[in-house]
């Protein structure tokens, strides 16, 4: 299935399992979690894990026999990124204590601005203690691409966290005129945006977070890998910060050893 189909397919179902979330799911309350958890391991990447029964995913490939034909140069990242899946993942080696989370979000995804602001906000209090990784994933349209592509080339000015922050905030689309105005709010140079979104180093870049997102078997967004537990979906503050803290318990991740 060519990407573009692919990625339409998954927006669709983001929006339709967001609204039954929204219309029949019930509410993620901040102190109503109080339990352990319950986890399994995934085939997929080997030595990661999810919770049973729970929130989190990482199972069958919803797209299984409706590719038209193999993309090569996404087989080849795929296979690239899985053989180093840790450091695509969160970038360099953690340090003792540090719990690593992986973030995938759209910017047109409605719990991806919640969670990121869930996350931020656990990061920003655990002094050094949580790292996020952020991970661009577009899969809601040319809007989304367009503020991937704006966010992974404003990182190329040191600016990613502004960019982010901004775009998951604004109720605005993304159009190129909105970019530039962001641009010169934030203090980055406008023309080498522009420029550097249409590089190939971004679309590497994106590129990698999509086989990431195969590897894990992720369907939509947000999703996320809290240390070796992968989770799909929403999920509350508290039972966040109880898996952040049960993974920090669990100690160092074998698999990224």
């Known amino acids: 299935m060519p990407q573009s189909r692919r990625n339409l397919l998954i927006g669709g179902l983001a929006i339709a399992g967001g609204y039954a979330a929204l219309r029949f799911g019930p509410p993620a309350v901040a102190g109503l979690f109080t339990g352990d958890f319950d986890f399994e391991p995934i085939e997929r990447p080997a ?13 069958f490939d919803l797209f299984m026999g409706l590719d038209d034909a193999p993309d090569p140069e996404m087989t080849a990242t795929v296979e690239r990124v899985e053989r180093r899946i840790c450091e695509t993942l969160y970038g360099s080696e953690t340090e003792p204590g540090v719990v690593r989370v992986a973030s995938f ?12 602001i869930r996350l931020s906000k656990i990061e920003a209090a655990s002094e050094g203690g949580v790292r ?34 901004h775009l998951m905030r604004t ?3 993304t159009t190129p005129e909105y970019l530039e105005v962001l641009a010169e709010d934030i203090g980055v ?30 369907v939509g967004t947000p999703a996320l890998v ?10 509350g503050e ?5 898996l952040i803290e049960r993974e920090r318990a669990d100690g160092p991740i074998e698999a990224c050893a």
Not at 135 to 162: D, F, I, N, W
């Open 238 to 242: 508290a039972r966040l910060r109880s």
């Open 189 to 218: 140079d406008g023309a080498r945006l522009l420029t550097d979104m249409a590089s190939e180093d971004v679309r590497r870049e994106l590129r990698e977070s999509s086989a990431l997102a195969d590897i894990f078997a992720f």
């Open 132 to 165: 996020i990784a952020w991970h661009e994933l577009p899969l809601l349209g040319e809007a989304s691409t367009m503020a991937a592509q704006a966010a992974l080339a404003a990182k190329r000015q040191g600016a990613y966290v502004a960019f982010h922050k």
């Open 105 to 116: 979000s759209d910017y047109n995804c409605p719990y991806c601005r919640a969670l990121t």
């Open 171 to 173: 109720p605005f689309g």
């Open 226 to 235: 809290v240390g070796r537990t992968v989770v799909q979906g929403e999920i």
């Open 47 to 59: 030595g990661f894990r999810r919770i049973a029964g729970g929130d989190s995913s990482s199972g």
